[in-house]
Structure formats: structure tokens, C-alpha cells
């Protein structure tokens, strides 16, 4: 069986993309450990995952004009990451507080409840969770 164990987010600044997965989504840290390029400058290897959970994220700061570009636009303006939380509320309430930025206002859609916020490069995600209970149903 096959498993997804990493993907990339391409970075302007390690530091300030460990503090945004890590205060403001939630995420723990995994992995800060030194590395070098294939042409033997130093770089860090830093991974981020939510709690409990085995895929996680490379934050890879962008080294050169072209990976700088990317920045951002991993995805040509598209949401391409998709963050499914338990508790909706608690999670925009916390990701409010700390700042990150929203697209829109959260709405209910026949999956759920979403809302698409910015990462720290720049990236769309959908911020989604189960669709919300009626407390005013008749029983």
C-alpha cells in the first residue's frame, strides 16, 4: 500500500513559516535539522504535520530566482491544500486570533462547513469542517 508522506511548500523564510504552521494552524513540529544543497550550501530540512497524523509538510525556503517566483503560487492561484479540522469554530476562532488572513467568510456547503485562508507564502487553503448541527431540530 502506497502512502503520501510529504509535500512541499516552498518558503521565503524558515523561521517565520515554522511560526505560522506551528502558532497559528496548529501544527507540530517534526523535524529542524541541517542539511545542504546538492551543490553543498547549507539548508535546513524542516517538517511540520498536524498532531497525530503522519502526512506532514516540507517547508523548503526558496533558493534562487525561479523556487522565489514559485512562491506563493504553487498552485497557480488555485486552493491546493485542504486542512479538515473536528472543530470548525474553534479552529477559524484560533486562526483569527493570531492573524492569518481570510479570503472570505466561512459558509456552509453541502460538505461541510469552509472557509479558504492564505499560508504564510501566500498559498489558498480550504480551512474545512463537518457541516454544523441544528440544535433546533424537533426530536
Known sequence: ???LGLVTIV?????????FFVDALGFELVEDSPSTTDDGRPKRWVVVRPPER???VLLAEADGAEQAAAVGRQTGGRVGFF????DFANAYERMTAAGVRFAEQPRSAPYGQVVVFYDIA???WDLLGPAPVNDSAPN
Open 1 to 3: 500500500m502506497s502512502r
Open 11 to 19: 518558503v521565503d523564510d524558515y523561521d517565520d513559516a515554522i511560526a
Open 54 to 56: 503522519e502526512t506532514g
Open 83 to 86: 486542512l479538515h479540522v473536528d
Open 122 to 124: 501566500g498559498n489558498r
